[in-house]
C-alpha cells in the first residue's frame, strides 16, 4: 500500500523542483548583488527554501496519490446514484468544515474586527464566512446536477459585489476581494475540487472541464460578499460612532 | 521551538476538521476500507508537507520577500520597481503548490488539451502585471473601485469571446494564485513599497488585485489556443 502510494514521487520531486528554481535564482541574485546578507542569515534562507521544498513535495504526492483519485471516486460513485441530490447537502458540509479552520480565514477576520474597531467580531465574521463557503459549495454541486451555467451564478454575483462597494469604505472593499482567495485553501483547491470533477464525470452530458471546474470561482465569491455585506451593515449601524477615517488606523 | 508548536497546532487544526467531515461521509456512503486507507495516507502527506511548508515559508520566503520589498523603493526608480515587482510576481506563482494542483487537474480533465506548463506559466504572468498594476495603484494612490470594476467588466468582456471549455478554468485561476506561498511574499512586498511611497497608505487590496491576473490571462490564452 505505502510502496504504491509511493510511485510518482521521483516525478514529484522533479516537478518542484523546477517550480522553485525561477524563485530562488531570482533570490541567489539579489544576495550577490545586492543584498549581501552574511553568510549565516543566507544559509537560514537557503535551509527555509529546502524545507518549502521537501513540504511541497509531500504534499503533492498526498494529493496526487490521495485525495485527487479518491476525491474524484468519491463524487463518480455518489454522483452516479439514483438520488445523487445528496450531493448538495455533502457540498453543504464538507465547505462549511473546510473553511472553520483555515488559517488564513482566522488571519482576514482578525484584521476586518481591528478594522471596524471591534464592531464586527471575529466569530459573526468566522460564521457569516464559513456559512457563506458552504452555500457556494452546495451551489456548485448543484450545477454539476442541473447543468447551470456558471455565468448564471457568477455575474450576478459579481454585480451585486460592484452595487455594494457603492455603500462601503475603501478599506472594506480591499479587504473583502484580498478575502477572495483566502477560502480556496489547499484541502478545497485538492479534494472538493477533484470531487467536484468526479460528479461530473459520472452524469451524462456534463463535461469534466466545462462544468467540474468552476466551483473555486464560486468558493471565492462567498467571502467577498459576507466582507462587503458586513462593511455595509457597519457602515449603516454604526456610522454615528465612526468619525475616524478606518484607513488610519490600518495604516502602520 | 515553541515557534514550531504553535505552527503543528496551527496545521492540525487547518487539515482536522475537514478530515473528519470527509471521513464522516466516506463512511455513510460506505466506501471501503482500501479508501478509506488511501484516504488516511494521503490526509498524513499533506499534514507532513503542509508543516514543513510553512516552516520553511517562515524561515526562507517570508524574510527575503521582507528585504526585497524593503530594498526596493531604496532604488527610488519606479520603473525599475515595477519590473521586479511583475518578475517576483511571476516567480513565486509557479512555485504555489495550489496552482500547480489545480493545473495538474487542468491537463488531465481535459485529456491534455489544456497543458500543464502553459496554463501555470499564464496564471503566473497574469499575477506579475497585476502585481505591476497594483504598485501602480498604491503610488498613484487610485481608489480600488476604478481598478476592480475596470477588471471584471474586462472579464465579462472577454467571456464573450473564450471558448467554453477555457472560462470556468479561468475563473478558478484566480482563486488558487492567493495560495500560502504567494500571499506573505505578495504583502511583504506591497509593504515595503506602501512604506516608502504612499506614507502610511496600506496595501489593502494587493492580493485581490493579484487574483484578477490570472483570470484574464488564462481567458488570453484560450481566445489564442482554445478551440
Avoid at chain 1, 105 to 122: C, F, K, T
Avoid at chain 1, 198 to 215: K, N, S, Y
Avoid at chain 1, 229 to 247: M, V
Avoid at chain 2, 135 to 146: A, D, E
Wanted: with cysteine.
Amino acid at each position: 500500500m505505502i510502496i504504491s502510494f509511493l510511485s510518482g514521487f521521483d516525478q514529484v520531486l522533479k516537478e518542484v523542483a523546477l517550480a522553485l528554481a525561477p524563485i530562488f535564482v531570482i533570490v541567489c541574485f539579489f544576495q550577490w548583488f545586492v543584498l549581501r546578507m552574511e553568510r549565516e542569515d543566507f544559509i537560514n534562507i537557503v535551509k527555509g527554501f529546502i524545507l518549502t521544498f521537501l513540504g511541497i513535495a509531500l504534499f503533492l504526492q498526498g494529493v496526487y496519490a490521495g485525495f485527487m483519485p479518491l476525491g474524484q471516486k468519491m463524487g463518480f460513485i455518489i454522483g452516479a446514484l439514483p438520488y445523487n441530490w445528496i450531493l448538495i447537502p455533502i457540498g453543504f458540509f464538507l465547505g462549511f468544515a473546510a473553511i472553520l479552520a483555515e488559517p488564513a480565514v482566522h488571519v482576514m477576520n482578525q484584521q476586518v474586527e481591528r478594522v471596524s474597531a471591534g464592531y464586527i467580531p471575529q466569530k459573526i465574521m468566522l460564521y457569516s464566512v464559513s456559512f457563506g463557503v458552504a452555500i457556494s459549495v452546495a451551489l456548485a454541486m448543484a450545477r454539476i446536477l442541473y447543468g447551470i451555467p456558471l455565468a448564471y451564478i457568477l455575474i450576478p454575483g459579481y454585480l451585486l459585489a460592484f452595487l455594494m462597494m457603492r455603500y462601503t469604505n475603501e478599506t472594506f472593499i480591499s479587504i473583502a476581494f484580498d478575502s477572495g482567495g483566502v477560502a480556496t485553501g489547499p484541502m478545497t483547491v485538492s479534494f472538493i475540487l477533484a470531487m467536484s470533477i468526479g460528479v461530473a464525470t459520472a452524469i451524462e452530458g456534463r463535461d469534466p472541464v466545462q462544468e467540474g471546474f468552476g466551483l473555486i470561482a464560486l468558493v471565492a465569491l462567498a467571502p467577498i460578499l459576507t466582507v462587503l455585506t458586513l462593511g455595509f451593515l457597519y457602515s449603516k449601524l454604526y456610522k454615528d460612532l465612526e468619525e475616524d477615517d478606518p484607513e488610519q488606523i490600518e495604516g502602520n | 521551538m515553541s515557534q514550531i508548536k504553535e505552527l503543528v497546532i496551527e496545521v492540525i487544526y487547518s487539515v482536522i476538521p475537514i478530515t473528519i467531515a470527509i471521513l464522516l461521509v466516506l463512511v455513510l456512503m460506505k466506501f471501503s476500507l482500501a479508501d478509506l486507507t488511501q484516504f488516511l495516507l494521503g490526509t498524513f502527506f499533506v499534514f507532513l508537507g503542509l508543516l514543513l511548508f510553512f516552516l520553511g515559508t517562515k524561515i526562507g520566503v517570508v524574510p527575503i520577500g521582507e528585504m526585497i520589498g524593503a530594498y526596493l523603493p531604496k532604488t527610488g526608480n519606479i520603473g525599475l520597481i515595477l519590473v521586479v515587482g511583475c518578475i517576483l510576481g511571476f516567480a513565486i506563482t509557479v512555485a504555489e503548490p495550489d496552482v500547480q494542483v489545480l493545473a495538474t487537474q487542468v491537463d488531465l480533465a481535459s485529456d491534455g488539451s489544456i497543458q500543464k506548463i502553459l496554463l501555470i506559466c499564464s496564471v503566473a504572468l497574469g499575477v506579475g502585471i497585476f502585481i505591476s498594476l497594483s504598485l501602480i495603484k498604491l503610488i498613484k494612490n487610485i481608489h480600488i473601485k476604478y481598478f476592480m470594476v475596470i477588471s471584471y467588466v474586462l472579464v465579462f468582456i472577454l467571456a464573450l469571446f473564450t471558448p467554453p471549455d477555457f472560462i470556468p478554468v479561468a475563473m478558478d485561476s484566480g482563486g488558487v494564485t492567493t495560495g500560502p506561498i504567494t500571499v506573505p511574499f505578495i504583502i511583504a512586498l506591497g509593504v515595503g513599497v506602501a512604506g516608502a511611497f504612499a506614507g502610511k497608505r496600506s496595501s489593502f487590496g494587493f492580493v485581490g488585485l493579484a487574483s484578477v491576473g490570472p483570470i484574464l490571462a488564462v481567458m488570453l490564452l484560450g481566445v489564442l489556443f482554445g478551440r
